[in-house]
């Protein structure tokens, strides 16, 4: 039903209820006014009667009561009749117009009175309704007399004022109906208008402002409408808007969410919502889980530890971290880490993520980190991450081998604290800075320098500084890595003293291939005199010796030149035994008398591959160097022995390899050679 209807409808109702209202309260006030002004006049009549009727009842007068009763009754036009009863309940005067009640017409009245109050009752005669008023005629006497008055003459007089009381609700029931329909209509078409637009506005259509000629009062309602539509329209395309970014957010999140309401006290959550990404994370669509329980969903949570968490949440409103945790159960398997928290509505979010992959990049990551170390302690280099302040970020283990401290990260230590041992930087001590330099020229640079073991004794290394640049292209950090170089500086010194050797050998090539000329010349001459010298003479013997001398000098002079490479050497197979003994009459000269030569030759030696003056030259060195050994008296050994070397023994010697070998042993009893002196000798041995 329409809003003009009913207001239409309210108009009419009220109008009609109003007149009847009216039509019924006028009527019984008329009546009554009526009745109480008929028993006024039946009781002004009963008192100007009583003197006169109580005397002629004292007279047994009935006439003259008759009479008296027929003028009260013919001169009011409401009384229909009136009676006496005389003091023992009879009838004793009367008048009637009209039909008399039927319970009257007997002789002995029975009506009840009350001596001391008018009784009034009702009938209903032949003519009408009668109103029966009974007045004492002394008070607390028996005697009375009854008054009939026409009640139809009153219920008339109260009918035609209700007829036109009638007529008149029903002409103004006319006119609020037209009122009405002009009242409705002018005050309801604004409202079905705002009305149709609200409609049109809770169901998100478009619309224009209103625009309704009406009085200042309208005017005023529409402008407030409208501004309302707008106020409203802003809110509602604010949530709109925050609407649409929640749900983006909601279904474009990395991380799976789904939002849950408390029941049983908390014990147990039902799933509300559950965006994309949990779907694909539970490898299960929403619509499956939504309405579920979530113990329902995932028998095994409690086991997870997250339903505690919720339920404390949603109890005392406080967010939580729930940590990773592995849930398994016999469709899903995963590490899960979870953020748990209560909206205002008292519904419980959590956020949540698969850690799985994270996990195991983690583990991964160890291990790789772990190899990195390994590999980077196992590096021969130390090699140490410097930032800017001279502190250490990381070394590897040959750092912490060289300074003997294994918490050097850890500690704060400095750069210049592990190798220089001082509280300064190493550019205080005029040693060149790698850190200070590679910040200043940002480019990778190569120092020599010197550190300090864990002793103090002095390490030459050669430090390689890289820089490690920030986003903005400043050195943050520096890569220092140190290369101990003392074995190539002795390297160096080797290469300089064999270089220096190497001219020395050629001067004694020079001389030698002289001095191998002149003994070509006396070793021809000696030839020649033997030839023409007698074997039996004395002199033959010692012509003998001189050439014996002079080949021993010319194998001496092939030996100088084949150490200045200007004579190839001659390899051949030879017994290493006879050789040797070849040489042990000049080697005992060559030692003198208080040094005892010890031959110890082995038994069936292999034969050898090798240049029998090389083998001569080795001899006589080693000697000269036992005789200068042994101050007075002294024992040189020289011994031979075939030898196996294994694979084993030649891992440890990388000089070698395993195979068959001919030992030469030679050993004195002397003092031997200090360090300097074996440091100078290292470059002078020969191939």
Same mark, same amino acid.
């Given at each position: 039903?329409?809003?003009?209807?009913?207001?239409f409808?309210?108009?009419?109702?009220? $109008?009609?209820?109003?007149?009847?209202?009216?039509?019924?309260?006028?009527?019984?006030?008329?009546?009554?006014?009526?009745?109480?002004?008929?028993?006024? #006049?039946?009781?002004?009549?009963?008192?100007?009667?009583?003197?006169?009727?109580?005397?002629?009842?004292?007279?047994?007068?009935?006439?003259?009561?008759?009479?008296? /009763?027929?003028?009260? +009754?013919?001169?009011?036009?409401?009384?229909q009749?009136?009676?006496?009863?005389?003091? @023992?309940?009879?009838? =004793?005067?009367?008048?009637?117009?009209?039909?008399?009640?039927?319970?009257?017409?007997?002789?002995?009245?029975?009506?009840?009175?009350?001596?001391?109050?008018?009784?009034?009752?009702?009938?209903?005669?032949?003519?009408?309704?009668?109103?029966?008023?009974?007045?004492?005629?002394i008070?607390?006497?028996?005697?009375?007399?009854?008054?009939? $008055?026409?009640? @139809?003459?009153?219920?008339?007089?109260?009918?035609?004022?209700?007829r036109?009381?009638?007529? =008149?609700?029903?002409?103004?029931?006319?006119?609020s109906?037209?009122?009405?329909?002009?009242?409705?209509?002018?005050?309801?078409?604004?409202?079905?208008?705002?009305?149709?637009?609200?409609?049109?506005?809770?169901?998100?259509?478009?619309?224009?402002?209103?625009?309704?000629?009406?009085?200042?009062?309208? *005017?005023?309602?529409?402008?407030?409408? *409208? #501004?309302?539509?707008e106020?409203?329209?802003?809110?509602?395309?604010?949530?709109? /808007?925050?609407?649409e970014?929640?749900?983006?957010i909601?279904?474009?999140?990395?991380?799976?969410?789904?939002?849950? &309401?408390?029941?049983?006290?908390?014990?147990? =959550?039902?799933?509300?919502?559950?965006?994309?990404?949990?779907?694909?994370?539970?490898?299960?669509?929403?619509?499956?889980?939504?309405?579920? !329980?979530?113990?329902?969903?995932?028998?095994?949570?409690?086991?997870?530890?997250?339903?505690?968490?919720?339920?404390?949440?949603?109890?005392?409103?406080?967010?939580?971290?729930?940590?990773?945790?592995?849930?398994?159960?016999?469709?899903?398997?995963?590490w899960?880490?979870?953020? +748990?928290?209560?909206?205002?509505?008292?519904?419980?979010?959590?956020?949540?993520?698969?850690?799985? @992959?994270?996990m195991?990049?983690?583990? &991964?990551?160890?291990?790789?980190?772990?190899?990195?170390?390994?590999?980077?302690?196992?590096?021969?280099?130390?090699?140490?991450?410097?930032?800017?302040?001279?502190?250490?970020?990381? +070394?590897?283990?040959?750092?912490?081998?060289?300074?003997?401290?294994?918490?050097?990260?850890?500690?704060?230590?400095?750069?210049?604290?592990?190798?220089?041992?001082?509280?300064l930087?190493?550019?205080?001590?005029?040693?060149p800075?790698?850190?200070?330099?590679?910040?200043?020229?940002?480019?990778?640079?190569?120092?020599?320098?010197?550190?300090?073991?864990?002793?103090?004794? @002095?390490?030459?290394?050669?430090?390689?500084? $890289?820089?490690? =640049?920030?986003?903005?292209?400043?050195?943050?950090?520096?890569?220092?890595?140190?290369r101990?170089?003392?074995?190539?500086? #002795?390297?160096?010194?080797?290469?300089?003293?064999?270089?220096?050797?190497?001219?020395?050998?050629?001067?004694?090539?020079?001389v030698?291939?002289?001095? *191998?000329?002149?003994?070509?010349?006396?070793?021809?001459?000696?030839?020649?005199?033997?030839?023409?010298?007698?074997?039996?003479?004395?002199?033959?013997?010692?012509?003998?010796?001189?050439?014996?001398?002079?080949?021993?000098?010319?194998?001496?002079?092939? #030996?100088?030149?084949?150490?200045?490479?200007?004579?190839?050497?001659?390899?051949?197979?030879?017994?290493?035994?006879?050789?040797?003994?070849?040489?042990?009459?000049?080697?005992? !000269?060559?030692?003198?008398?208080?040094?005892?030569?010890a031959?110890?030759?082995?038994? &069936?030696?292999?034969?050898?591959?090798?240049?029998?003056?090389?083998?001569?030259?080795?001899?006589?060195?080693?000697?000269?160097?036992?005789?200068?050994?042994?101050?007075?008296?002294? &024992?040189?050994?020289?011994?031979?022995?075939?030898?196996?070397?294994?694979?084993?023994?030649?891992?440890?010697?990388?000089?070698?390899?395993?195979?068959?070998?001919?030992?030469?042993?030679?050993?004195?009893n002397?003092?031997?050679?200090?360090?300097? $002196?074996?440091?100078k000798?290292?470059?002078?041995?020969?191939?």
């Amino acid at each position: 039903m329409r809003l003009h209807t009913k207001i239409f409808l309210l108009i009419i109702a009220s $109008t009609f209820a109003v007149g009847m209202g009216t039509s019924y309260l006028v009527g019984q006030m008329m009546y009554k006014g009526l009745d109480r002004e008929c028993k006024e #006049q039946a009781q002004l009549i009963v008192q100007s009667l009583v003197s006169f009727i109580d005397h002629n009842m004292n007279d047994s007068d009935a006439d003259a009561v008759d009479k008296a /009763l027929k003028v009260m +009754v013919q001169l009011s036009k409401k009384i229909q009749y009136a009676y006496v009863i005389d003091h @023992e309940g009879l009838l =004793f005067a009367q008048f009637y117009e009209g039909a008399f009640p039927d319970e009257f017409s007997a002789i002995t009245h029975q009506h009840a009175f009350s001596t001391q109050s008018p009784v009034e009752v009702h009938h209903k005669t032949k003519i009408g309704r009668i109103h029966d008023i009974a007045y004492p005629l002394i008070e607390g006497r028996p005697a009375h007399v009854h008054i009939g $008055t026409d009640e @139809e003459y009153l219920y008339n007089q109260v009918s035609e004022l209700h007829r036109k009381i009638l007529i =008149f609700t029903i002409s103004l029931m006319a006119l609020s109906t037209v009122f009405g329909i002009i009242t409705s209509r002018h005050i309801t078409r604004p409202l079905a208008v705002m009305s149709k637009a609200m409609i049109n506005f809770g169901k998100g259509k478009e619309y224009g402002a209103l625009s309704i000629n009406g009085d200042k009062d309208m *005017n005023t309602l529409t402008q407030a409408f *409208n #501004q309302m539509i707008e106020d409203l329209e802003e809110v509602r395309s604010r949530q709109m /808007l925050c609407e649409e970014r929640f749900r983006g957010i909601f279904e474009h999140i990395k991380s799976g969410v789904a939002v849950y &309401e408390a029941v049983d006290d908390g014990n147990d =959550f039902i799933f509300l919502d559950f965006n994309s990404r949990g779907e694909q994370l539970e490898n299960i669509q929403r619509k499956n889980l939504l309405g579920r !329980r979530l113990t329902e969903a995932f028998p095994d949570v409690n086991k997870l530890g997250l339903l505690n968490v919720m339920r404390k949440v949603w109890k005392t409103g406080k967010p939580e971290h729930h940590p990773r945790a592995l849930y398994e159960d016999d469709k899903v398997t995963s590490w899960r880490e979870n953020f +748990v928290y209560r909206i205002s509505n008292g519904e419980v979010v959590v956020v949540y993520e698969d850690v799985t @992959e994270r996990m195991q990049m983690e583990v &991964e990551l160890k291990h790789s980190r772990q190899l990195m170390q390994m590999v980077i302690d196992a590096f021969p280099q130390s090699m140490m991450v410097i930032n800017r302040d001279y502190s250490l970020a990381f +070394v590897n283990k040959k750092v912490c081998d060289l300074s003997r401290k294994q918490d050097l990260v850890e500690s704060g230590i400095t750069c210049h604290e592990v190798y220089h041992h001082s509280e300064l930087p190493c550019s205080h001590a005029n040693h060149p800075c790698p850190l200070e330099r590679v910040v200043e020229t940002k480019k990778p640079m190569t120092f020599q320098h010197v550190h300090f073991d864990s002793e103090g004794l @002095e390490m030459p290394v050669e430090i390689l500084a $890289t820089p490690i =640049f920030d986003n903005k292209g400043e050195v943050i950090q520096i890569i220092e890595s140190c290369r101990d170089v003392s074995h190539q500086q #002795q390297l160096i010194a080797q290469l300089n003293q064999a270089q220096k050797m190497e001219s020395v050998g050629r001067l004694a090539g020079g001389v030698a291939h002289d001095f *191998n000329n002149m003994l070509a010349v006396i070793l021809g001459n000696i030839e020649m005199a033997l030839m023409q010298v007698d074997t039996t003479q004395e002199i033959f013997s010692n012509l003998q010796e001189v050439r014996s001398a002079a080949i021993r000098s010319s194998n001496l002079t092939r #030996q100088l030149l084949a150490f200045a490479r200007k004579q190839v050497t001659k390899p051949r197979v030879l017994d290493l035994n006879e050789t040797i003994e070849s040489m042990l009459k000049m080697l005992r !000269r060559l030692i003198g008398e208080n040094i005892k030569l010890a031959w110890i030759p082995g038994d &069936e030696l292999w034969s050898v591959l090798q240049d029998a003056s090389q083998i001569d030259q080795i001899l006589v060195n080693l000697s000269v160097n036992s005789r200068d050994a042994i101050k007075e008296n002294g &024992e040189i050994a020289i011994k031979t022995r075939n030898e196996t070397l294994s694979p084993a023994y030649c891992a440890q010697n990388v000089d070698v390899i395993p195979g068959d070998y001919v030992l030469l042993e030679f050993s004195d009893n002397g003092i031997g050679m200090d360090s300097d $002196t074996l440091k100078k000798i290292k470059g002078m041995e020969p191939d």
